[in-house]
């Protein structure tokens, strides 16, 4: 299949342009480097699956490259791909993870975060990605079962490999349940798109029958079914701004998750406004001498100037023009920059209550089992006073009026993980008191019944789940019943017949 063989190929350019790209930093990109190496992997994984394909030349030659599952699976990578090629491009434009001019570096999750533009893109990517890998290395399975059972003639090593697939053939038909869930709607959708296009075909040629009309229409058709895949994703052009708007790529791939991937997180993020107010230092007469008149002594006393916090109310309309206007022509590096050096310039008392702010809210958001992280993304100074005289009338040398800064706090969850809080006079390694169960009823006893083995494994696994205390969370595990072989052989056959379509089907 040229497709998959170019789209190997397209994934190995990518891996090389990025090592290439992350050999040249100072310090190690984990974030970025785990991705690279999840494209490696499913490169290696495309390479196999078409010389799976080009081993077995009746199937590959009947396969149709647009209605089997190599259209839905092609169009997946592809966009995945390409998606890590624009951020992979845009952060080495932006420099982002390159030290500053102080010799400052970011670090490198909270820099990849900031080009993916939120938490929850960059986590749908890396969740697309590993589920592509999976898939591929679903499908090499599958085509090495129908291969086999399709070629007459079996050598002793190619008896062997389809009495293995036998074996496993329940693990494989549990793992393509996914596969079939998601592929199946869309490539349904184009054929039932293709025979609309092809019955108003036939209607116009119905109404004006031309003879000189007919291998026109039949020459598009050719065309839009051998269309070729994009020749090269390393041409594409580079966004140089960091936009917060959401992107169609992103949202494609994250619409296209089927039920055997985890959980994609979603956008929960929360602005809220807050105002930094000043008390202006104080000086009060505490003692004076006078003698004619005449002042001889004064003593006074000194209050330092002290700063706080106050909440204020706002809407998301609000919100949003309140950072428009503080960012105004800057993009958002540039934004963060200036914003960064403002509040290393204010006083260290302002720096510590934005800090308390900051960990109060993260506090007061997060617990054990979910953590949640707070930051400033918008600081701007303006007069206290509804009605203050303008900066440019005022004397020279004369006093500043007082003023406030609005600061917009932004929060977003990291992760649901369980963190355990240690204490200074606690022993970490003495045992956590149990949950007591509540006790049931003391039931009559039953006379002695002979169940099955099936029977009895049913009731140790209703058993096993009884155990399970309430609020218990099994994540990226999915509750399946194991397939029987006869039962996997059916589900294989409906697989098959779904996702392995020939040219003479999709017509």
């Given at each position: 299949?040229?497709?998959?063989?170019?789209?190997?190929?397209?994934?190995?350019?990518?891996?090389?342009?990025?090592?290439?790209?992350l050999?040249?930093?100072?310090h190690?990109?984990?974030c970025?480097?785990?991705?690279?190496?999840?494209?490696?992997?499913?490169?290696?994984?495309?390479?196999?699956?078409?010389?799976?394909?080009?081993?077995?030349?009746?199937?590959?030659?009947?396969?149709?490259?647009?209605?089997?599952?190599?259209?839905?699976?092609?169009?997946d990578?592809?966009?995945?791909?390409r998606?890590?090629?624009?951020?992979?491009l845009?952060?080495?434009?932006?420099?982002?993870?390159?030290?500053?001019?102080?010799?400052?570096?970011?670090?490198?999750?909270?820099?990849?975060?900031l080009?993916?533009?939120?938490?929850?893109?960059?986590?749908?990517?890396?969740?697309r990605l590993?589920?592509?890998?999976?898939?591929?290395?679903?499908?090499?399975?599958?085509?090495?079962?129908?291969?086999?059972?399709?070629?007459?003639?079996?050598?002793?090593?190619?008896?062997?490999?389809?009495?293995?697939?036998?074996g496993?053939?329940?693990?494989?038909?549990e793992?393509?349940?996914?596969?079939q869930?998601?592929?199946?709607?869309?490539?349904?959708?184009?054929?039932?798109?293709?025979?609309?296009?092809?019955?108003s075909?036939?209607?116009?040629?119905?109404?004006?029958?031309a003879?000189?009309?007919?291998?026109?229409?039949?020459?598009?058709?050719?065309?839009?079914?051998?269309?070729?895949?994009?020749?090269?994703?390393?041409?594409?052009?580079?966004?140089?701004?960091?936009?917060?708007?959401?992107?169609?790529?992103?949202?494609?791939?994250?619409?296209?998750?089927?039920?055997?991937?985890?959980?994609?997180?979603?956008?929960?993020?929360?602005?809220?406004?807050?105002?930094?107010?000043?008390?202006?230092?104080k000086?009060?007469?505490?003692?004076?001498?006078?003698?004619?008149?005449?002042?001889?002594?004064?003593?006074?006393?000194?209050?330092?100037?002290?700063?706080?916090?106050k909440?204020?109310?706002?809407?998301?309309?609000?919100?949003?023009t309140l950072?428009?206007?503080?960012?105004?022509?800057?993009t958002?590096?540039?934004?963060?920059?200036?914003?960064?050096?403002?509040?290393?310039?204010?006083?260290?008392?302002?720096?510590?209550?934005?800090?308390?702010?900051?960990?109060?809210?993260?506090?007061?958001?997060?617990?054990?089992?979910?953590k949640?992280?707070?930051?400033?993304?918008?600081?701007m100074?303006?007069?206290?006073?509804k009605?203050?005289?303008?900066?440019?009338?005022?004397?020279?040398?004369g006093?500043?009026?007082?003023?406030?800064?609005?600061?917009?706090?932004?929060?977003?969850?990291?992760?649901?993980k369980?963190?355990?809080?240690?204490?200074?006079?606690?022993?970490?390694?003495?045992?956590?008191?149990?949950l007591?169960?509540?006790?049931?009823?003391?039931?009559?006893?039953?006379?002695?019944?002979?169940?099955s083995?099936?029977?009895?494994?049913?009731?140790?696994?209703?058993?096993?789940?009884a155990?399970?205390?309430?609020?218990?969370?099994?994540?990226?595990?999915?509750?399946?019943?194991?397939?029987?072989?006869?039962?996997?052989?059916?589900?294989?056959?409906e697989?098959?017949?779904?996702?392995?379509?020939?040219?003479?089907?999709?017509?």
């Amino acid at each position: 299949m040229d497709q998959i063989h170019l789209l190997a190929h397209l994934g190995t350019t990518l891996v090389q342009n990025t090592t290439k790209y992350l050999s040249t930093l100072p310090h190690p990109i984990e974030c970025l480097e785990e991705l690279v190496a999840v494209v490696a992997v499913t490169s290696n994984l495309l390479t196999s699956l078409n010389s799976t394909l080009l081993r077995f030349p009746s199937l590959a030659g009947v396969l149709s490259p647009k209605y089997s599952f190599v259209g839905p699976l092609c169009e997946d990578i592809r966009k995945a791909f390409r998606e890590l090629e624009e951020r992979v491009l845009e952060a080495k434009g932006l420099r982002i993870f390159e030290p500053n001019d102080v010799g400052l570096v970011r670090l490198p999750r909270n820099a990849w975060v900031l080009v993916m533009r939120g938490e929850q893109r960059a986590a749908s990517l890396r969740s697309r990605l590993y589920v592509e890998k999976y898939r591929v290395r679903v499908l090499i399975e599958a085509v090495c079962w129908v291969g086999l059972n399709g070629k007459g003639g079996l050598s002793e090593q190619e008896t062997g490999e389809l009495r293995a697939l036998k074996g496993m053939l329940p693990l494989v038909a549990e793992r393509l349940v996914g596969v079939q869930r998601d592929y199946v709607p869309r490539l349904k959708a184009l054929m039932g798109g293709d025979e609309k296009e092809a019955v108003s075909v036939e209607i116009k040629r119905e109404e004006k029958p031309a003879a000189p009309l007919v291998p026109v229409e039949e020459k598009k058709e050719m065309v839009k079914a051998f269309k070729t895949p994009e020749p090269s994703l390393l041409k594409m052009p580079m966004s140089r701004k960091l936009s917060m708007h959401s992107c169609a790529s992103t949202d494609s791939l994250a619409s296209t998750s089927s039920s055997s991937s985890s959980a994609t997180a979603f956008d929960d993020s929360i602005q809220e406004v807050w105002l930094l107010r000043r008390n202006e230092a104080k000086r009060k007469l505490k003692r004076s001498i006078a003698f004619l008149g005449i002042k001889w002594y004064t003593s006074h006393s000194y209050e330092p100037e002290s700063f706080y916090m106050k909440a204020l109310p706002s809407c998301p309309s609000e919100i949003k023009t309140l950072r428009q206007e503080c960012r105004g022509s800057s993009t958002d590096m540039q934004h963060q920059s200036q914003l960064r050096k403002t509040i290393l310039k204010m006083p260290d008392e302002a720096q510590w209550e934005l800090q308390k702010l900051i960990e109060g809210r993260e506090k007061a958001s997060s617990n054990e089992h979910i953590k949640r992280e707070w930051e400033v993304v918008a600081f701007m100074e303006r007069p206290r006073r509804k009605i203050s005289p303008e900066q440019g009338k005022r004397w020279i040398g004369g006093k500043k009026g007082p003023v406030e800064w609005v600061v917009v706090a932004r929060g977003e969850t990291v992760d649901h993980k369980t963190r355990v809080l240690p204490s200074k006079h606690e022993d970490p390694w003495s045992p956590k008191p149990k949950l007591q169960a509540v006790p049931a009823r003391v039931a009559a006893p039953a006379p002695a019944v002979v169940m099955s083995a099936a029977a009895a494994q049913a009731q140790t696994q209703t058993q096993a789940r009884a155990q399970v205390p309430a609020g218990t969370v099994l994540r990226h595990v999915e509750n399946r019943r194991a397939m029987t072989a006869e039962e996997a052989e059916k589900k294989m056959e409906e697989i098959v017949r779904d996702l392995f379509r020939c040219e003479a089907d999709g017509r």
